[in-house]
């Protein structure tokens, strides 16, 4: 006969809320002791304004078509966010190993469609691109705003500005995917739209499929990439009903 079920044994949701818990311990105390949360937000919007407003003082009597560009520019790095979210992000690319781990190793193991929200300041360190992610944008755009140089260095300036205008985009709005649903931020119906959609993402049995924006979905829209919602059903409730 069939030994009787032990009584004291916890539910496998149970079990599976505690790994989860657990996880999340070993990854925030892996957190060096220094990191501060603030300084790091501090950090990101002093370098971030600091590029955007040189680069706007850099112009030289722009013209109308010039600005013109900004949509352009704007719409090339939502595709470069899809493609760096879908690839280097979810796929150990050589040389990029870092940013796979930081991703989907760290960030994607903490932040699960069964918790999204941010508990404290310390958590950031989980959450936003490390600091040296601003210098590293630096040298990677030189390239390509010296060539738009070559042709007017209007172009170039308002390249600049486009390219840390969107990263500065990026991080407040993956912050607002991640703030708690009940906090006044997390209550704007924009706010729960797109958390939404990032949630979808983070269910780790979705993640490698699609809702690879996580500013504005334009490029999941246009390469077929964005998540049905027929499937929530399978990974239980919606950020906005209780699961998160």
Same mark, same amino acid.
Not at 53 to 82: C, D, K, T, V, Y
């Given at each position: 006969?069939?030994?009787?079920?032990?009584?004291?044994?916890?539910?496998?949701?149970? %079990?599976?809320?505690?790994?989860? =818990?657990?996880?999340?311990?070993?990854?925030?105390? *892996?957190?060096?002791?220094?990191?501060?949360?603030?300084?790091?937000?501090?950090? $990101?919007?002093?370098? #971030?304004?600091? *590029?955007?407003?040189?680069? @706007?003082?850099?112009? %030289?009597?722009?013209?109308?078509?010039?600005?013109?560009?900004?949509?352009?520019?704007?719409?090339?790095?939502?595709?470069?966010?899809?493609?760096?979210?879908?690839?280097?992000?979810?796929?150990?690319?050589?040389?990029?190993?870092?940013?796979? %781990?930081?991703?989907?190793?760290?960030?994607?193991?903490?932040? #699960?469609?069964? =918790?999204?929200?941010?508990? !404290?300041?310390?958590?950031?360190?989980? @959450?936003? &691109?490390?600091?040296?992610? $601003?210098? *590293?944008?630096?040298?990677?755009?030189?390239?390509?705003?010296?060539?738009?140089?070559?042709?007017?260095?209007?172009?170039?300036?308002? &390249?600049? *500005?486009?390219?840390?205008?969107?990263?500065?985009?990026?991080?407040?709005?993956?912050?607002?995917?991640?703030?708690?649903?009940?906090?006044?931020?997390?209550? %704007?119906?924009?706010?729960?739209?797109?958390?939404?959609?990032?949630?979808?993402?983070?269910?780790?049995?979705?993640? @490698?499929?699609?809702?690879?924006?996580?500013?504005?979905?334009?490029?999941?829209?246009?390469?077929?990439? #964005?998540?049905?919602? =027929?499937?929530?059903?399978?990974?239980? !409730? #919606?950020?906005? !009903?209780?699961?998160?």
């Amino acid at each position: 006969m069939p030994e009787p079920a032990d009584a004291s044994a916890p539910e496998p949701a149970l %079990r599976g809320a505690a790994k989860r =818990e657990a996880r999340r311990a070993e990854l925030l105390a *892996a957190v060096p002791s220094w990191y501060s949360g603030t300084l790091h937000l501090i950090w $990101i919007h002093l370098s #971030t304004l600091g *590029a955007i407003g040189g680069s @706007l003082w850099a112009l %030289r009597e722009p013209q109308l078509w010039e600005w013109a560009l900004i949509p352009l520019f704007l719409l090339i790095a939502n595709l470069f966010e899809w493609w760096v979210h879908k690839e280097p992000l979810h796929h150990p690319y050589p040389g990029l190993k870092l940013l796979y %781990r930081r991703h989907a190793k760290r960030h994607h193991v903490f932040f #699960t469609d069964a =918790e999204m929200a941010l508990r !404290s300041p310390r958590e950031l360190a989980l @959450l936003l &691109f490390p600091p040296y992610m $601003i210098p *590293a944008m630096v040298i990677l755009l030189s390239p390509v705003a010296v060539g738009l140089g070559a042709l007017r260095w209007n172009l170039a300036w308002i &390249f600049l *500005a486009s390219a840390f205008a969107y990263y500065l985009l990026y991080e407040w709005l993956h912050l607002l995917h991640h703030l708690p649903r009940e906090s006044w931020w997390g209550r %704007r119906a924009l706010a729960a739209r797109l958390r939404l959609h990032h949630w979808r993402h983070h269910d780790p049995k979705r993640m @490698l499929a699609g809702n690879f924006n996580v500013s504005f979905p334009f490029a999941d829209w246009l390469l077929r990439t #964005t998540l049905p919602a =027929e499937a929530d059903a399978e990974g239980g !409730s #919606t950020p906005d !009903s209780g699961a998160a």
